[in-house]
């Protein structure tokens, strides 16, 4: 009976164990077992690696505090949430127009315009500029922000430091970074749900004392607003209400939602916005994640609403551009490097190896294409030293072949081996310059 009751307590001790390790497994498989999501902390006046813009368009105000008690998700019509006065001059947003209009600039705009959901036409993207706010961020604010690579905007969340310069638009939100220009939008997750990280503080970024029950996440506000009360960044403990742009007449129509038809033809896309009671007319935009042809989203963007009958602008996807790429140069470069170097420039490595001395091993001796330009995804062969194998000598060695060596192969020995003996095209040097007794044939 006792060896019973011992073999059930194991058993159940299995049991358990074995039920443990599957509610984990499913757990993690289905979120229960989530881990805190990682913000990047950015301090005033950083810039980020990979941002949209790199000219001065204002970094904001080193406050060195949060201006108010507040914390946790806002909406964007709430007093405090943002600092400024009147006067308030800390971005420069005729200069991030001019650069985003400029020739040459258009994949960066296409890509800065789809980060915001908004049109990449140059008119459109003029009305959205000239329709944001300038203040800065009364506390820590935690935000999605957007780096340019590879001629796309990637999403990450960040941690942006009390004072620093934002546009906000007339519901609120935080929609560019005043110093590079990056696209902002509403992050995902709730401030007390986030790692914060603190990187580059060798380059600009610097680590200061996070309040976690003083970060805000500020979401969209229910309707448009025509002021915007800020705390006076002079004297905190007064507010000033900032006016913003008209946002234009109240729709008095009915508002219905856009219809998503991103991925859809554009005929199709077309039929299904004008059913939903659209007039459509269309655009191009780069979206290299859309088949060409194809419709890559609307403007306004779908899921939101608009008026019945109001114009929606459908943007079809244009035919990837074959432009060619500059090739870098990555000679003297560690292997890992200088792969990831031609992978950054749109081209493809293909290595090979060859022995080398010691102080080469793992770097690039040569490559092909050297420099020039080349067409997106075409290679570039990398030769990457390697240590010599044991006897192996650039130039010959005792064992050689072609360079002669004691045991001379192509030149003769004493006894010849083209001839008599001595009379070989050799010599007593052995093959061509070696030297000793050759090679000789009995």
Not at 175 to 181: E, L
Not at 205 to 226: F, G, L, M, P, T
Not at 249 to 262: A, N
Not at 374 to 390: D, F, I, K, N, R
Request: proline share 5%.
């Amino acid at each position: 009976m006792a060896r019973a009751a011992k073999r059930f307590r194991m058993f159940s001790l299995r049991t358990a164990g074995a039920f443990l390790a599957f509610a984990l497994t499913l757990g993690s498989m289905t979120g229960l077992a989530c881990m805190a999501r990682t913000a990047a902390a950015e301090a005033v006046g950083y810039v980020a690696e990979n941002a949209f813009f790199t000219g001065d368009l204002g970094d904001g105000i080193n406050l060195g505090r949060n201006l108010t008690d507040k914390g946790g998700s806002r909406k964007g019509s709430e007093k405090g949430l943002y600092g400024g006065s009147r006067q308030l001059d800390v971005c420069d947003p005729e200069l991030l127009l001019d650069f985003l209009l400029k020739a040459g600039n258009g994949k960066k705009k296409a890509a800065w315009a789809k980060a915001l959901g908004i049109s990449a036409k140059d008119k459109r993207v003029k009305d959205f500029v000239e329709s944001l706010t300038e203040v800065v961020l009364a506390n820590d604010t935690l935000v999605v922000n957007h780096g340019y690579k590879k001629g796309k905007a990637n999403r990450y969340d960040a941690l942006l430091e009390a004072g620093t310069a934002v546009l906000v638009d007339v519901f609120g939100l935080p929609r560019v970074k005043c110093n590079c220009g990056n696209p902002l939008a509403v992050s995902d997750h709730d401030p007390g749900d986030v790692d914060i990280k603190f990187k580059n503080k060798g380059k600009g970024n610097k680590k200061w004392k996070v309040d976690k029950d003083r970060i805000v996440r500020v979401e969209k506000a229910d309707e448009k607003q025509k002021t915007l009360v800020v705390v006076d960044v002079k004297d905190p403990d007064d507010e000033v209400p900032i006016d913003l742009p008209d946002p234009g007449p109240t729709e008095t129509t009915e508002q219905v939602p856009v219809p998503e038809v991103r991925d859809s033809s554009e005929a199709d896309a077309t039929q299904v916005l004008t059913e939903a009671g659209f007039a459509v007319e269309t655009e191009s935009t780069d979206d290299p994640d859309v088949e060409p042809g194809f419709a890559a989203g609307t403007d306004p963007e779908g899921g939101t609403t608009a008026a019945k009958g109001s114009t929606v602008t459908l943007l079809i996807a244009n035919a990837p551009t074959t432009e060619p790429v500059n090739v870098p140069s990555v000679a003297g470069m560690p292997q890992a490097d200088a792969e990831q170097t031609i992978r950054d420039a749109g081209l493809i490595p293909v290595v090979s190896t060859q022995g080398v001395p010691a102080e080469q091993v793992g770097r690039v001796i040569s490559q092909d294409p050297a420099d020039g330009q080349a067409e997106p995804g075409s290679t570039v062969s990398l030769v990457v030293g390697e240590e010599q194998a044991v006897g192996e000598q650039i130039g010959g060695t005792d064992a050689g072949v072609d360079g002669g060596t004691d045991a001379g192969t192509d030149g003769g020995t004493d006894t010849g081996t083209d001839g008599e003996a001595d009379a070989g095209a050799g010599t007593d040097a052995g093959a061509d310059a070696g030297t000793g007794a050759g090679a000789a044939a009995p």
